[in-house]
C-alpha cells in the first residue's frame, strides 16, 4: 500500500525559508517521478515541481523558479522540498504525489504554509 507523509509546513513571514518533507512508503522513490502541488483557498491545485525516477531530472513552475528546490534521499525514501524567499502568493496547502505511467495517483494529505506579509 502506497503511502505519502508530507510534514514541515508553518507560518512564516515573507522572505523567510519552509522545508517540506514526504515520507514515502510502500514504493522506492528512486523508481518514480515524485511532484509537489499546491492549491490556495479558492484557486484549484497547481503544480510546483517534481523529480524524475532514477537520474532526478527536476522540473519547476515558473513562480517558484529560482526560489524553490526539489531534492530526494533515496536511503530516507524521502522527497523533499526547500522553499526560500517565501512570499504571500505561495500560501496554500502542500501536497506531494506519485507519478504512476502518465498521471499522478498517489496524493499525501497534504500541509499548509502560510506566508504573512
Known amino acids: ?55 532526478g531530472a527536476t522540473g519547476y513552475a515558473d513562480s517558484v523558479k529560482g526560489r524553490f528546490t526539489i531534492s530526494r534521499d533515496d536511503a530516507k525514501n524521502t522527497v523533499y522540498l526547500q522553499m526560500n524567499s517565501l512570499k504571500p502568493e505561495d500560501t496554500g496547502v502542500y501536497y506531494c504525489a506519485v507519478r504512476v505511467a502518465t498521471e499522478y495517483n498517489y496524493w499525501g494529505q497534504g500541509t499548509q504554509v502560510t506566508v504573512s506579509s
Do not use: M, N
Open 1 to 55: 500500500q502506497v503511502q505519502l507523509v508530507e510534514s514541515g509546513g508553518g507560518l512564516v513571514q515573507a522572505g523567510d525559508s519552509l522545508k517540506l518533507s514526504c515520507a514515502a512508503s510502500g514504493l522506492t522513490v528512486r523508481a518514480h517521478t515524485l511532484g509537489w502541488f499546491r492549491q490556495a483557498p479558492g484557486k484549484e491545485r497547481e503544480f510546483v515541481a517534481q523529480i524524475s525516477w532514477s537520474v
